[in-house]
């Protein structure tokens, strides 16, 4: 069983940055690749970046690439997910996500297992 917990979250001008985390208990962190996925009003919940267990690979959405980079910390069972260059359409609540161990690079929400409860991003223009 994994737990996580973001935070982070905040508003901001268009343009700005912020900096996501989401700290993980358990003792098996370092076994499960890791997810960020975004809701914003009246979406679906989308993709936006995923880790390898062993942090040696990512994956972004195109919305975000080149703008967002994901990281984890396997010693501080922590992800992280900096975000710069903010846009409005970045407006969201963002989760972090954790697949079962072993599992790879997921990028669809159906492939993880273990869900924060979220923290919200506000981009003003």
């Known amino acids: 069983q994994v737990q996580l917990v973001e935070s982070g979250g905040g508003l901001v001008q268009a343009g700005g940055s912020l900096r996501l985390s989401c700290a993980a208990s358990?003792?098996?962190?370092?076994?499960?690749?890791m997810g960020w996925f975004r809701r914003a009003p009246g979406e679906e919940r989308g993709f936006v970046a995923a880790?390898?267990?062993?942090?040696?690979?990512?994956y972004y959405a195109d919305s975000v690439k080149g703008r967002f980079t994901i990281s984890r910390d396997n010693a501080k069972n922590t992800v992280y997910l900096q975000v710069n260059s903010l846009k409005p359409e970045d407006t969201a609540v963002y989760y972090c996500?954790?697949?079962?161990?072993?599992?790879?690079?997921?990028?669809?929400?159906?492939?993880?297992?273990?869900w924060g409860q979220g923290t919200q991003v506000t981009v003003s223009s």
């Open positions: 358990g003792r098996t962190f370092n076994m499960h690749a």
């Open positions: 880790i390898s267990s062993s942090g040696a690979r990512t």
């Open positions: 996500a954790a697949a079962q161990p072993n599992y790879g690079l997921p990028r669809r929400f159906w492939e993880y297992d273990y």
